[in-house]
């Protein structure tokens, strides 16, 4: 009898879905509404991810809402009651985990409170992270962040982009054993910044894009860093802060801008880089879209420091 007792508790633990499973199972529902909706499939995954725990919260299990999405009026399905903010709470039920991402695309679509989302593209999920949090979605102060950590620690960015699937299978399945092998110093490692160079966006006149999950655009002939910083609304202060130059430096033709933070270190699969005739740590941390104090630390150098052709340095 008591084993009769404690034998669905082990099925139940037995069949935990893991986080990379529930992303696997999923993703192409996300991408498929993103590409009908305009919603980043990266903030469908991370909400089904944060709302339903990987697909394993009750909730999820006994209704199939990953969303959390409440029960309303205009609601014509079924219902469940479920201890959330209050107790007793009443949330929508589901015939299967397909519909409850369908009505999560059309709850947004549809309520005036998320219109605001729309404006912003389908690859900038930290904007909509945000807008959710803004509009209500959720009560937890720290909801956008919890999106966005999610996102970023499971590259779940890359199923925004074109070919999204196949670009994160790409990313995330397992390095065979042969490719962990450190490049062999003194070799001519690196990265070319034409080849990670993707327009995910266009603003004011400027293609917009993203390298280590940063962005930036490039100079134009006799642009000027307050001339950027005003048509995407930073200061020219912080645009210099963000390519790690001095006030009073000049543009050149050609010349790579972040218009946001860059990353503190390179999430690539390149592990070190072969210093290229000419090149600074400065240059190096640019084409990376690495912070240039970052990027100095790792190889315990000064800032500063001069660097010779040949020289290895490592990005990650």
């Known amino acids: 009898m008591l084993f009769l007792a404690i034998l669905p508790f082990f099925s139940v633990a037995q069949t935990q879905m893991t986080r990379e499973e529930y992303i696997e199972k999923y993703k192409a529902i996300a991408i498929a509404h993103m590409e009908y909706y305009g919603i980043p499939a990266s903030i469908t995954m991370a909400q089904g991810i944060l709302e339903s725990a990987n697909g394993n919260s009750q909730l999820s299990r006994t209704s199939n809402n990953h969303f959390g999405i409440k029960y309303k009026k205009d609601w014509t399905g079924e219902k469940v009651y479920h201890d959330d903010d209050a107790k007793g709470e009443c949330f929508r039920k589901y015939p299967t985990v397909e519909a409850s991402y369908l009505d999560h695309a059309e709850f947004l679509d549809k309520s005036p409170r998320y219109d605001s989302l729309f404006v912003y593209s389908s690859s900038d999920y930290r904007s909509w992270a945000r807008g959710l949090k803004a509009a209500g979605y959720a009560t937890a102060p720290d909801y956008a962040e919890r999106l966005i950590r999610i996102i970023e620690e499971n590259k779940l960015y890359l199923l925004d982009r074109t070919g999204g699937e196949k670009l994160y299978s790409d990313a995330t399945q397992p390095t065979p054993a042969v490719e962990t092998v450190l490049p062999t110093p003194g070799k001519s490692d690196g990265i070319d910044p034409n080849a990670y160079r993707v327009t995910i966006n266009a603003h004011r006149g400027y293609n917009v894009y993203r390298t280590n999950n940063v962005c930036y655009v490039l100079a134009k002939e006799g642009d000027k860093y307050e001339h950027i910083a005003s048509l995407f609304l930073v200061s020219a202060n912080s645009l210099r802060r963000y390519n790690d130059v001095p006030h009073g430096s000049q543009l050149e033709k050609g010349q790579m801008v972040f218009i946001e933070r860059k990353r503190k270190a390179w999430e690539g699969n390149v592990m070190l880089h072969t210093v290229r005739h000419g090149e600074s ?28 052709d040949g020289q290895t340095i490592k990005v990650r």
Do not use: V
């Open 281 to 308: 740590l400065h240059d190096i941390a640019q084409a990376y879209g690495i912070r240039l104090r970052s990027l100095a630390r790792l190889n315990r150098l000064r800032h500063d420091a001069k660097i010779a």
